[in-house]
């Protein structure tokens, strides 16, 4: 009796074991959206692409997070002007690519505020590519300093479609997730597709801002503010040239201007709540 007893409890104890043995191996396997990209991406040369399926790359674009600026809620501007800047191209799949280093999602939307059908993401890549080689070229140390917290911080890049409530345009934001455990750099669509205003010495630009002037600094002193990102910006026009911008915001000494005058309000350091 006694015995019988005793093999009941181990039995007992044996399915706890096995429990706990799963929830474990569960947590384990749990990736999340990022593991599953940095997966993808960590196998492919710098001009090859692979596939994401439609709902990784809404998580991954934090299509259901609310993501709230400084100053001014410029991502709001969409329901004012009655866009969906959700609205899904037919795909169901959105291509990503890692280059230099660098990981960047394909949007799986309509571009907006400027509207197109078309699935733009060659021409987004394209030039994200020739920007990046602009600042590997002129600021190396600089280049290699956003690959490093890049990697280390989990970072990526994704092309989205700002509305700006104040009728300017939001080039670009950096949005740290310290919870999860990585971040954004969100670039505009609206950037990308007008060549003709912005060269990709101006993409460039705000790429520095983002990640050299706001990434880099907040996981390096664990804060960021707009004076810091405009110097970075300023460097890299002095460096370059100011006359390679067609856009007269990035030479240097509009930069300088802008630094001295503190306009710092505006800035594009954004953060996320959790949805
Ligand atoms: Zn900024």
Redesign the pocket.
Known sequence: MKQAYHQKIMSYLYVIAIFFATTHSYEALALDQIDILNKKLSNLKNSDTTLLDRTSVRDLYLENVHIKSHGVDFLNGCKAMKINKHALLSTNTSPAIRYKGISIVGSPYYSAPIKTNKDNNTLYFKRLKSALDIIEQHKPRSFAAIVKTMTQHRGYMIIDNFCPSSGGLAFAAFVPRTKQNNFVVMVSSTLLLLPDMFSDYDVASQLV??ME??AVDFYGRGTTD?AH?FTKQAQFATAVGGDKFIDVNNRPTNLEMRIKMKLSSK???VESKQN
């Open positions: 801002h983002e002037g706001h707009e990102a800035g594009t350091y």
